[in-house]
């Protein structure tokens, strides 16, 4: 294998791989999340956050990408601890809504580090993360809202989702994924 010489890394790109470790954490939490559903026989919630995991695994390997395009060392990271005990599904929907709200805090920390270091580049590639927290916040909002509001009727709450699938297919405006998006 070619050694190069790499890139040392700045502040930004110290967050970018950071940001790797916390979206593959994000991953793996979703589908501790999707299996305690399937489970419990909720096969229409069990599939959305079977997808958000796909979609977190995306993000990850689209910060990888940057990484190797910007010729950067990039390193496949483990993850930490993932919670596997709920007591029901609305605590279960929170730790999701929870996550996200910590990961748009993620990205606004690696937007602004961008900006302090006038790294425009990374500047600009951050700015569809911060676009997909604002969507992610707001669809596990509805999500908590629905089931909330279910009262502990969760055929209601899978019967919302049959009639509103949330997004599917890929969208056009996504950094480039490491490997090809799934
Ligand atoms: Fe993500
Ligand atoms: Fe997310």
């Known amino acids: 294998m070619a050694t190069r010489k790499k890139e040392p ?8 791989q950071q940001q790797v470790r916390n979206e593959f954490g994000a991953a793996q939490q979703y589908l501790a999340l999707a299996v305690w559903l399937d489970n419990e026989d909720l096969p229409e ?8 995991s796909v979609e977190e695994r ?7 990408q940057y990484l190797m395009d910007t010729d950067h060392p990039v390193e496949i990271p483990g993850t930490g601890e993932i919670r596997n005990d709920f007591s029901d599904v609305s ?7 929870e996550q996200e709200r910590e990961v748009a805090a993620d990205v606004k920390a690696l937007a602004k ?5 006038d790294d425009y580049q990374g500047e600009q590639f951050i700015q569809w993360f911060i676009k997909e927290q604002t969507e992610e916040i707001s669809q596990m909002t509805t999500l908590l809202n629905v089931v909330k509001r279910a009262g502990g009727n969760l055929f209601d709450v899978e019967n919302f989702l049959v009639r ?19």
């Open 9 to 16: 890394r700045s502040k930004f790109y110290e967050l970018v």
């Open 113 to 117: 580090a961008a900006r302090a270091e």
């Open 58 to 64: 995306n993000h990850a390997l689209a910060l990888v």
């Open 45 to 52: 919630l069990a599939k959305r956050l079977y997808r958000q």
């Open 91 to 97: 605590d279960l929907i929170e730790l999701a809504l």
């Open 164 to 182: 509103r699938p949330g997004p599917t297919g890929a969208d056009p405006t996504m950094p480039p994924v490491a490997g090809g998006a799934l």
